[in-house]
């Protein structure tokens, strides 16, 4: 607990992801001396990371664990790290799923980077089983390391008089609830929709099947990839969106030229695409398979004119925590900036207490029955903000046309190497987690939170979804901190 604790105080000191050089701690440093077979193998791995460097190309979905840069650690595998101890097995396959973190990542990188990414992971597989030995010896270090800085800036906060300004900022998230939660009322009571509907459905197949970590050594829920495939075609929910020009569209994100043939990220509403990737959270003490589902659109116009929320590219993240059984626990939805989490309960959950605070907590304007396995859900967004404002359940139709237009399944994964319509790839997320041209104007309102360009669509990692107080919407802790299971 201890080593937890310095690690987060030294995290928060930072800005962002981690900004120091991951190699100039030990051990890496150390070994970078070394002329041996262990020296020429970090060595290998730093050239790697100059070349990634130079090209631009770094991801940050996972982050380098300072003194391990060739291991990357996200919010689930750090929260694993006290659970090692004493355990050599389940030591191997966390330190193992560090490892892969990476892969993934240098791959995506060396990619984007225009480098043949499959040889260099082969060339660097002997590498890293011969530092997987080497750390075994390291493993209270690379526990301690092994952490992700929250995305929070305390300076931000310090100079922005937090403890005093957070006041504010809570008056206008109550102000948003209340909004909120009339909205869903009335949406459940049947209201005026006010814009022409258009209706999605998902595919019943899948282009490709997102990354599944499982290891029964660290607890994960073990899956095939046959019953994750049919359980994300399960739960893909339905869009019912109001509809009044491109802008309420939901498309697949493409780096296209504009006006000035330059290169920008956009959306093609002529591919009507629904991401999804796989996730863990933790209820109760028990580890559980979540699905993320996203879909992107072209802009949230303004709805006046100074209107601080609008910009480039909007969308919306669906999240389905599943019970053993495969059945829905609790959703939870945030937009791409981190903004707007709220929760959709289901009967098998109740709220845990809460204690007195003005910090952001549990926000649930709407319950719903879990669906059974012939229906479906269907999420009501408006027009124009694309605000998710009601949560129904409805029979399932296979007849295709008999419900809406058909939204292709893809592995959220792929935006981060797109192609380019030159050649080569580039994600759709800098090197900073943020999407380029998707800034608001609030961020130069809201900087005192501590948050890095609020209102800016970022990558799956980097959303933090507090204005006051702090929380990160890939926290596996979070469904613990706010429901239990009913009796």
């Known amino acids: 607990m201890m080593r937890r604790l310095s690690v987060a105080m030294a995290s928060g000191l930072l800005v962002g992801c981690a900004s120091l050089d991951p190699w100039s701690q030990p051990p890496a440093a150390q070994r970078l001396q070394r002329d041996d077979t262990v020296g020429d193998c970090v060595r290998r791995f730093q050239a ?122 809570a008056a206008g998230i109550s102000a948003w609830q209340r909004d909120t939660r009339a909205e869903f009322a009335a949406a459940l009571a049947g209201g005026p929709h006010g814009a022409p509907r258009t209706r999605y459905l998902a595919a019943e197949q899948l282009d490709e099947l997102p990354d599944l970590r499982q290891a029964a050594a660290l607890g994960l829920p073990p899956i095939s990839r046959e019953r994750l495939a049919a359980l994300i075609i399960r739960h893909a929910p339905r869009l019912e969106i109001g509809t009044l020009d491109d802008n309420d569209r939901p498309g697949a994100l493409v780096w296209q030229h504009d006006s000035g043939d330059s290169l920008q990220l956009g959306v093609d509403v002529d591919q009507a695409v629904l991401y999804v990737r796989s996730a863990h959270g933790r209820l109760g003490g028990r580890w559980l398979l979540q699905l993320v589902y ?86 009501h967004l408006a027009t124009g903000t694309h605000y998710l404002h009601g949560v129904s359940v409805e029979p399932f139709r296979r007849r295709v046309g008999e419900g809406g237009i058909l939204m292709a399944l893809r592995d959220d994964d792929q935006l981060r190497r797109l192609p380019l319509p030159g050649g080569g790839s580039r994600s759709a997320f800098g090197t900073d987690g943020l999407v380029a041209g998707s800034e608001r104007l609030e961020r130069f309102y809201f900087w005192p939170t501590g948050i890095a360009s609020a209102g800016q669509m970022r990558q799956w990692g980097r959303h933090a979804t507090a204005f006051v107080g702090r929380r990160h919407f890939d926290d596996p802790t979070l469904l613990d901190r706010y429901f239990e299971r009913q009796p």
């Open 294 to 379: 996203s879909v992107w659109f072209p802009a949230r116009p303004p709805a006046h004119a100074y209107d601080v929320l609008a910009g480039r590219l909007d969308g919306l993240l669906w999240r389905v925590t599943l019970d053993e059984d495969g059945a829905p626990l609790v959703y939870d939805s945030i937009h791409p900036c981190g903004c707007y989490h709220l929760f959709i309960p289901t009967g098998r959950v109740r709220a845990r207490p809460q204690p007195e605070s003005i910090d952001e907590g549990l926000f649930a304007p709407q319950s719903v029955r879990a669906p059974a396995v012939d229906e479906r859900v269907v999420l």
């Open 48 to 169: 790697s990371d100059i070349l990634i460097d130079a090209a631009g190309t770094r991801d940050v979905q996972a982050v380098r664990v300072p003194g391990f840069p060739y291991l990357r650690v996200d919010r689930t595998l750090a929260s694993l790290a006290d659970e090692v101890d004493g355990q050599p097995q389940r030591a191997a396959e966390w330190s193992a799923a560090l490892a892969a973190q990476d892969e993934a990542g240098r791959r995506v990188e060396l990619h984007n980077a225009g480098r043949d990414a499959a040889a260099a992971a082969a060339s660097m597989a002997d590498c890293r089983r011969l530092l997987a030995l080497a750390d075994q010896q390291q493993l209270p270090a690379l526990q301690e390391a092994a952490q992700v800085p929250d995305d929070y800036s305390n300076t931000r906060r310090v100079l922005g008089l937090y403890p005093l300004t957070r006041y504010a900022f």
